[in-house]
Structures are given as structure tokens and as C-alpha cells.
């Protein structure tokens, strides 16, 4: 204990907070990219149209079965060097392979959830003249947050730490700092776990709009 240095914390902290602040951009945009693209997705699998089901469940077939690592290393290694996408930065590289990664988790999360409605409510809402889109958006949309909100916040943690798998292509985000840091102060021990402690923070932010939408939409049930 007395060889402990925990100064080195208050001393490093610029920079762990520089290592915070990409982290966040990584985790945000991977994020809507991840739930736009899930929701899309998980529409196309609810399709009447075969094409469209197959495509989205093999989407999250691969998706599901390839480790993040790896989808990083085509976002950065090959993705760069597709007609296109050549502007990509690594930082963009970053996002696009942690985006499209979660959009197959977050295209079940969404299916679940619209799945979970009893299908009765939907020839009610066709009953009384209601089209698809207003009876969607009205009726079976509220009902369906409900089921998707625990495991999608759920799932948004799940990202949020796995933006350190990042630091694998070259990304000074809190967990590439961290190791910078350590290897030219060797206080691994000291600057990791105030790395820890921030991750902490950060997934606990997560929890708090979790619980008010949990609150939020169960009074409407």
C-alpha cells in the first residue's frame, strides 16, 4: 500500500478526461447509428417480403456471431479502402464498426418488443379504420417500449464498454490512455482503476434515464 502512488491520478487526470471525452463521442455515435440501423432491421425482418427477412436475419446472424474486435479491424482496415468510404477517418472507422455491430443486437431488442403486443390490438386498431402507421405510432409503439427499454439500456451499457475494444485499432480513448499512461508512469494499478471508476460513472448515468422511462411508461399500462 505504501508503494502506491495515487497521485499520479490528479496528475494524469487531463488526460484520462481527454480519453473520456472520445470514449463518449464513440459510444454516441455508435449508438444512434446502432438503433437506426437495428430499427430498420428489425422491420425489414417483420416484413411480408421474403428478400427483405432474409437479408435482416442474416444481418444478425453474422453480426451476432463475429466478436466486435474483429468487426473493428474490416471497419478500419477494409472498410478505408472501399469505393466511398476512403474519407473514413480512424475515429469513423471506429464508430462504424461498433454502429453496425450493435445494430443486431438492437434489431431484436426492437423486434422483441414490437413482437411482444398481442396481435389482437392490431386487428382492433384495422377494425376501427386506424392505418398501420397511426395505430403503429399510437398503440403498439408505447406498449412495445416498455418490454424493449430494460434490455436495450441493457445493451447500451454493453457498448458504451466495449468502445475500449477500440484501443485494438490505434484509438487513445479512456482505455488507450490508461495504457499509455501506465506504461511511461508504470502505475498500472493507480491510473486503472481510476479508469475503472470512471466506467462506473459513466454506466451508472445509463441507469438513471432507464429507471424514469421504466417508471415512465409502466404507469400507462
Known amino acids: 500500500m505504501s508503494d502506491w502512488d495515487w497521485p499520479v491520478v490528479g496528475r494524469s487526470w487531463d488526460l484520462l478526461m481527454e480519453g473520456t471525452k472520445l470514449t463518449l463521442q464513440l459510444f454516441a455515435v455508435s449508438l444512434i447509428l446502432a438503433t437506426l440501423l437495428g430499427l430498420i ?26 466478436p466486435v474486435f474483429v468487426t473493428l479491424l ?11 468510404l476512403s474519407w ?5 472507422a471506429g464508430m462504424l464498426g461498433l454502429g453496425v455491430d450493435a ?19 392490431h386487428e382492433a386498431s384495422e377494425a376501427l379504420g386506424m392505418t398501420k402507421r397511426h395505430y403503429m405510432r399510437r398503440i403498439i409503439v408505447p406498449q412495445s417500449i416498455r418490454v424493449i427499454v430494460p434490455t436495450y439500456m441493457s445493451n447500451s451499457i ?12 490505434g484509438l487513445v480513448e479512456l482505455t488507450g490512455i490508461t495504457r499509455q499512461l501506465s506504461n511511461s508512469t508504470f502505475r498500472p494499478v493507480e491510473l486503472f482503476t481510476a479508469a475503472a471508476v470512471i466506467y462506473l460513472v459513466l454506466t451508472t ?16 399500462t
Do not use: C, H, N
Open 205 to 220: 448515468l445509463l441507469v438513471v434515464p432507464q429507471e424514469y422511462l421504466e417508471r415512465r411508461f409502466a404507469l400507462k
Open 74 to 84: 474490416f471497419a478500419f482496415f477494409v472498410a478505408r479502402d472501399l469505393p466511398g
Open 41 to 66: 432491421l428489425a422491420l425489414m425482418r417483420m416484413s411480408s417480403i421474403s428478400p427483405l427477412r432474409f437479408i435482416s436475419a442474416g444481418y444478425v446472424w453474422v453480426f451476432r456471431g463475429i
Open 103 to 121: 445494430a443486431a443486437y438492437k434489431a431484436e431488442i426492437i423486434r422483441a418488443g414490437l413482437l411482444s403486443v398481442d396481435p389482437g390490438q
Open 88 to 92: 473514413l477517418t480512424p475515429i469513423q
Open 158 to 169: 454493453l457498448l458504451l464498454k466495449a468502445t475500449s475494444v477500440a484501443v485494438g485499432i
